[in-house]
């Protein structure tokens, strides 16, 4: 009969475990993502003795883990021109990215770049972040 006893206070045990909930929201991190364009700045005008060497400088942030990149550079009024492209997928908490892009070929245009990053693997939630220039 003791032999019972201990039986059902383990299976009871057991029970109170498999019923606590291991999926409480308030226990995870939320992923805040920081996306920073340090060049161009918004609005700059870039000469056009520096069309060859446009540099692309932007800072990625994340609280948890970065999750997928996405860096893509069209001009102002044509978003199918996709000049620059670049994705990467990563899990570090910081990226500093770095390009020199060549826009020779559209002098005096403006331009749009658009950035963003993942804050999870599904790619429900995205950061954005994006500037626009001319080249004059």
């Known amino acids: ?5 201990i039986f059902y206070l383990l299976i009871l045990g057991l029970l ?8 409480d929201d308030d ?3 939320e992923n805040e993502i920081t996306i920073n364009i340090l060049e161009p700045t918004e609005g700059e005008t870039i000469a056009l003795a520096d069309c060859a060497e446009v540099h692309l400088h932007i800072e990625f942030t994340a609280t ?3 999750h997928e990149i996405e860096i893509e550079l069209h001009p102002e009024d044509d978003v199918d021109d996709v000049i620059f492209e670049y994705d990467e997928h990563n899990h570090d908490l910081q990226i500093d990215f770095e390009q020199d ?3 020779c070929d559209y002098a005096g ?3 749009h770049l658009e950035v963003a990053s993942y ?10 972040a994006d500037v626009e220039f001319c080249l004059e």
Not at 1 to 5: F, G, L, T, V
């Open 64 to 66: 948890v883990e970065m």
């Open 16 to 23: 109170f475990v498999a019923c606590d909930d291991d999926d």
């Open 109 to 111: 245009q403006c331009f």
């Open 1 to 5: 009969m003791k032999i019972n006893w």
């Open 27 to 29: 226990d995870v991190m």
């Open 119 to 128: 804050k999870d693997h599904d790619g429900n939630e995205k950061e954005r």
């Open 101 to 103: 892009v060549n826009l």
